[in-house]
């Protein structure tokens, strides 16, 4: 397991941090110096076809073993880590057999990471926890995907006893702000399934995500110098405050849904008396109910129209992505195997659904049929960030069951 913590620690102190809104792909250079080291000790292993696309992408191949004509599977992981908190010299700090105690940060007083407020810490006494220095985030969401698939990688690779199909490595840039999928070409990846190796403690198995629309209002007003604006202005402004006010708060919000229930959510207001942009995002589990609440949204459009003469008030939607189940459905082996190869890891697999995308739902979206896997994530985007070696080394047993799993199946 020492290796396994070795590149952990090894992949977390480079530099991936996205940024938003950069014009270049990947949005940093860190995430093309990631990308060079994993290539580069992918073929010291053994790994065939290793490749780093111009967009920084890294392909790789671990071939069949010896008589397995079966399926070719892709395992996914990003090397970015988020903005939202700086990866800017990232010190991950190893607590060998966690005493179950308060985790305190010396580099930043006050910042305490606490299992009486993280009951899946608190689970952990006698187990490896991983922590940022408090200055930065971990980052392994997703260092510890991209550290579980190379160790998984490397025990497969070092015992060819061990029945596995193809097997197609993929590590993408810049998910963190929305353009995980944007370069990968799927022809090239060439695989019947894939699994994202990005998910929260251990034995889950994300398998359905939201729909998501975006939509936008667009409200024009009448603007003129208010000195002079009795019965001549219409106030953009006003309107759009009154747009939102008709939303509804008690359902259908963020603030007051959970589980399988979806929401509208205004979350970006710009302009001024003239124009205002409100952008709001449509969310439900069932693509259908999209319509449904944009449906909503025109007709509190159509009656402030009508009570504010002079006012044009537009509403458009785009789509963002799709329920991963929609797509899952075609290929239900996808996940029955995943919870087999969780079984046979020693570990009781739970099939879970994020209120969320992931790379995953634009991949199934896609035609690659793509669940989410667990591999030790907890806190992410956070100072707070941490992850757990026993459950990072239980992800790649998982992977080596999965192979095993898929090494007896057929087109
Ligand atoms: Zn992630």
């Known amino acids: 397991m020492s290796r396994l913590l070795d590149s952990f620690c090894r992949y977390s102190r480079v530099d991936t941090m996205a940024v938003e809104g950069a014009q270049a792909y990947p949005s940093s250079a860190g995430q093309l110096d990631l990308g060079r080291m994993l290539a580069e000790e992918l073929r010291q292993m053994g790994a065939l076809e290793v490749e780093q696309t111009g967009e920084g992408i890294v392909f790789a191949t671990i071939p069949a073993s010896a008589g397995v004509v079966a399926p070719t ?30 985790i305190l940060y010396p580099a930043v007083p006050g910042l305490v ?16 926890i991983i922590t940022s220095d408090g200055t930065t985030l971990l980052g392994a969401d997703d260092k510890a995907g991209v550290a579980v698939i190379m160790e998984a990688a490397r025990r497969l690779l070092e ?27 799927l022809g090239k990846l060439g695989a019947k399934v894939a699994y994202t190796l990005d998910g929260g403690g251990t034995g889950e198995i994300d398998a359905a995500t939201f729909s998501a629309d975006l939509a936008t209002v667009l409200v024009r007003g009448v603007n003129i110098h208010p000195s002079i604006a009795k019965g001549r202005m219409v106030n953009a402004v006003r309107l ?51 319509a449904e609440q944009a449906r909503m949204l025109r007709e509190i459009a159509g009656h402030l129209q009508l ?11 785009r789509a963002q992505y799709r329920n991963m189940a929609d797509g899952l459905a075609a290929e239900p082996r996808a996940v029955a195997l995943a919870e087999a190869a969780t079984r046979r890891a020693g570990v009781a697999p739970r099939v879970t659904r994020v209120r969320g995308g992931t790379d995953g739902s634009r991949f199934t979206e896609k035609g690659l049929p793509c669940p989410n896997l667990s591999c030790g994530e907890h806190n992410p985007h956070s100072p707070l960030e941490w992850t757990c070696l026993e459950e990072m080394d239980a992800a790649c047993r998982v992977l080596v069951e999965l192979a095993a799993c898929w090494a007896a199946e057929r087109d």
């Open 240 to 290: 759009a405050a009154l747009f939102i006010d008709r939303l509804p708060r008690q359902f259908l919000s963020a603030e007051t849904t959970e589980d399988d229930q979806g929401f509208l959510h205004p979350y970006r207001v710009e302009g001024g008396v003239e124009e205002v942009r409100v952008q709001i995002l449509l969310r439900d589990f069932r693509t259908d109910a999209l």
């Open 73 to 102: 599977i892709a395992l996914i992981a990003h090397v970015d880590t988020s903005p939202e908190t700086s990866g800017h010299g990232v010190k991950p700090v190893v607590h060998s057999q966690y005493d179950g105690n308060d």
């Open 307 to 317: 009570e504010f003469p002079g006012s044009r008030i537009e509403v458009n939607t």
């Open 113 to 128: 990471l606490s299992p009486s407020k993280d009951p899946e810490l608190a689970r952990l006494r006698g187990a490896t």
């Open 159 to 185: 015992t060819p006893a061990l029945p596995r199909p193809r097997i197609r490595i993929c590590f993408t840039c810049d998910e963190e702000i929305g353009r995980g999928t944007d370069h990968v070409d």
